[in-house]
């Protein structure tokens, strides 16, 4: 086995402390740190992502009393959010501090933050007693990884085991990336849906609370991202049975993959075969990039996604599904 996985946490702060990368759980995903304010340790992200320079990153904060070194002009009702979701899987934009680098927001005026909830980041970050920048750790134009075999199989080729880690702390508990919400204006604006809601969201604020603009600024927004290599094909539970057998016919070899929530209806056959039938939707957001990864690693000919209801949790699915189902035209996985 090689030297990059460790469930060593002094190992993971010695890593980022000397300028390394450190792959580490959070609640949502696996995130590709390294300390926030090293350009040249941020680069090495870039790079062993094959992520263009341009995608800002988030930055991982201890906690909420490290939001003012990053961020200026913070609304009040922002830092109510801050306060009532964090620890948590909410990432804030915001207006940045003057001395925050371009290389972490893409030259944008904006940077992200979040205080992750998962005990072993947090252990980490409050060790470390500084913010790492932290995308999900897998290559550009894959899916997010849920678990630490994940990453390695993704980024080992590209991480140094004289200088980067992965940390092992299981599979990661929601299993989708943070709900991401611009409060940089007048009124929050919600770029990535995930598990803090629409709803939580404008309770909090007391502001309603608009949806993506038509300015696409966080590529994990970009229509075809979360994709796997072989085709999605969406469709909803009423439509499961003419989907499955129009997708016999369009890949006449091969197995067809299905992701959704159970569905006693669905008869699996030689070639169709469930990838994932989660009992809720919090188990289909917790298993859904794994499920998606294995139709690339079982080469299937096709998935397909049967979106769950637009509510909670099963909001953000049905959007990386959606994506995972768009076009692959110009973009990958952030
Ligand atoms: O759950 C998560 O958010 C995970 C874990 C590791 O924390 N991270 C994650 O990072 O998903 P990443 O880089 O794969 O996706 C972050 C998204 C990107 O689409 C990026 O463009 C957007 O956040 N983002 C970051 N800073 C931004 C900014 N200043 N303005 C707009 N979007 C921003
Ligand atoms: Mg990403």
Known sequence: MTKLLTSDVDEAVTALRSGGLVALPTETVYGLAALARSPEAVARIFAAKGRPLDHPVIVHLPDATYLDDWAVEVPDWARRLGDSCWPGPLTLVLRKARDVGGYLTGAQPTIGLRVPAHPVAHEVLTRLGQAVAAPSANRFGRVSPTSAPDVYRDLGEFLDPATDRILDGGPCPIGVESTIVDVSGDAPRLLRPGSVTAEQIAAVTGLPLTDEGPVVRAPGTLASHYAPRCPVLLTVSTDVQATIAGALETHPMGTIGLIGLADDQVRQTERVQWLLSAAT???????????????????????????PPDTGLGRAVADRLRRAGGSRAGSGSS
């Open 281 to 307: 939707p919090d188990a289909l957001a917790r298993g859904v990039y794994s499920a998606l990864r294995r139709a690339d690693d079982q080469a299937m000919s096709a998935v397909i996604a049967i979106l």
